[in-house]
């Protein structure tokens, strides 16, 4: 398979019914190395060649090569994040549930934390998140109990049920980052990783507040 060393991946999403992620499968298609094709075929939206034309043609001021860069991340992102809702969709959750299953996963043996700290490490307001571990009590997927050390403090805890939907998550998200990073080599993936951390590093540093959303999204 050849390699290149630019992320031009056609984001041909194949629906992921019925995935079973025991059996690898192709879910992007690699592309060549043909010109002006990025972004092609995407419901009419224009390449990013495309794009960067009609910008400059309207901002003369813009730097093409800066501008190539932003608007690849920010289109790979939106797609990645679009696949990522069809396969936890698949299992049953959202994304915002998948969030707090992360969330309380990340926190370590035994998944506990309390509402306001999981509003505070996904960025949404106290009404948001009680709303959110509402839906997620209903479905099995955490409880919500009073701290038997403090009952004024509540505690979410996920449930085995829960754990299981994120592994399964997992699972299915392993197989689709392995094939979209499929055309990069070894070395092309460490230096993508270390790129990209200094960028989201230089974000961090400038805007430390913007890990959060500038409203509710559920």
Known sequence: MPKTSKLKL???????K????????????PMG?????????????PTLEEQIAAYQREFQDLDPQVEKIVSALSRLN??????????TAD???SNAEWEVLKALVLSGAPYRLGPSDLAK???LTPAAMTHRIDRMLAEGLVTRERDESN???VIVELTPEGREKWLEAMRM????????LQDLSADERTVLGEVLTRLLRRVEHAQPDAGGRLSDLD
């Open 33 to 45: 190395d043909t010109p002006g094709t990025v972004g092609t075929g995407s419901g009419g939206e």
């Open 18 to 29: 019925n995935f079973n992620a025991n059996e690898p499968r192709a879910i992007l298609a």
């Open 10 to 16: 056609e984001a041909k999403l194949y629906t992921a």
């Open 173 to 180: 998200a392993t197989v689709f980052e392995e094939d979209l």
């Open 151 to 153: 009952r004024v403090r």
């Open 78 to 87: 939106r797609r990645m994040n679009v696949a990522y809702g069809r396969q």
């Open 121 to 123: 490490r996904l960025g």
């Open 91 to 93: 299992l049953g959750i």
